[in-house]
């Protein structure tokens, strides 16, 4: 194509992009309808030829695509020139040919009742609010999700930390108890008498205690079974007279049977103990009666009084 002398604007598209007078074409060749800035064509509609009676694109790019115009100063339609209808109708006889070759059609359900007319410009502004407006709800909802996910991400990590603290105070707390529990077995309390009674009085209120008693297994059999017995016990040794000691306070006993394997009826015995509270059991002269319950973490025969 060949430089035109005069590149003088001819139209301005929607978005502002001005279109120029076309270059003209050696004979023969399609005539496009104007140019863009960046040299692209615009090519006449197939009816570009006749006016219609609604709105119409300016024309369509290489790719399909339609034109439209704004507004410019009162002048005569470009179709409507003599050097613009030629070659129009022939792009308009080209396309429809082409259109047949390939089996398509051109819908033109909708140019054919349109004109050049033209959106003014408080139809442009309207429809640049209503895009901003779209824009606007669209970036509001979008803030509205990110906080909300971020209050969730804060919220999930506040339960998270809270029963992390948790888990970890109740682990130390279990670990100071089984520390204490340890030490206590370890160091279990040796008894006076009257504390030895305040323990056997209501030996609830001492559970879990750890102590250092005596006494005399007087029942270790079938009925009791292997890891129970019963005995008169004190708070300290009682040395035998005549095969007989002075344990007056009588209790139940329960451990491990491996603890208890050496242990006879008429066994004296020195026992680290914890308090479990208390037991009840059967007589057997059919009576019921409830005793302060021991568990032996600890067991020491030092005599018999069989």
Known sequence: MTEPSDR?????????QPIYAPR?????????????????????LPNAS??????VPFGLLSSGEPVWTQALKARRPYYKKKR???????????????????GGSIDTGD????SVEEKTPEEVAAEKAATEKAAAAKAAADKAAAEKAAAEKAA???????????????????AEKAAAEKLARENPVALSPRDFAKVMKDPDNFK??????????????AATGNSNFLANSGAQKDSMEYGFTEYAQNTSYVGDPALFSDV??????????????????????????IVPKLEAVTIEVYGSTL
């Open 24 to 44: 003209q074409v050696p004979p023969g060749q399609a005539q496009p309808v104007g140019e863009m800035a960046d040299g692209r064509p615009v090519w006449a």
């Open 84 to 102: 613009v209808l030629i070659p129009a109708a022939v792009v308009a006889l080209l396309a429809f040919a082409g259109a047949g070759g390939d």
């Open 156 to 174: 999930a990590d506040k339960a998270a930390a809270a029963k992390a603290a948790a888990e970890a105070a109740a682990a130390k707390a279990a």
């Open 111 to 114: 140019t054919a009742s349109a």
């Open 50 to 55: 006749e006016p219609h009676a609604g709105p």
């Open 208 to 221: 879990g205690k750890y102590y250092v008693v005596y006494g005399e297994v007087y029942q270790f059999d």
């Open 264 to 289: 006879l009826e008429g066994d004296v015995f020195k026992a680290t103990v914890r308090v479990l509270g208390t037991d009840s059991y059967d007589t057997q002269e059919g009576g019921h009666t």
């Open 8 to 16: 003088r604007q001819i139209a301005v598209t929607n978005d502002g």
